[in-house]
């Protein structure tokens, strides 16, 4: 009885797969990568032939377009990296017609690098390094171990940036908070 059971539940979902597939026609998705500018364009063909791919931006310019020949499906990674914040059209156009789908892509925000040391063999002294900031304001918050507010500056920086900041006190422990115009923190503890 257990077999019998077990034969029909396995046939019954074979079948559904089956089912599921087949009736998939032609059509078109895009996904985005979490955590990434880049987006997987996943086509489905009726059969093997022709196929355009076209990105065309919110004023109606084509800013990519790339053609497939001899393929019924692909997943194609398009990067969006270096574009402007927007909606963008994703088009693909094959013998049994067009399918569009709209993206609404906001960059990544910066790439800029933010960290702060302790300086081994300076006591009491703590190195902020920033890479790659963009004409930005920073503010520089520095708490001692009670939490009680020991510095606080906010200054406009551009490129590399980097100062060192001597403690009173060199044996306590210190948290600083640095934040961006943006409002995006980092913390370092020591």
Known sequence: MKTRTLFFALLLAITTTALAYGSEGPGMTVVNVKGS?????????????????????AHGNKIHSESFAGLNGFILPVNFKGLQAGNYTIEIVDNTGRYEELVSFNPLSDTKSIHVTKLVRESGKYLLAIADAKNETISVRIFDQDQRLVYDETKKISGDFAQVYRMENPFGHYTFEISDGAGKRKHFTF
């Open 37 to 57: 500018e880049i987006y997987k364009v996943i086509y489905r063909g009726s059969v093997g032939g022709k196929a355009r791919l076209n990105i065309v931006d």
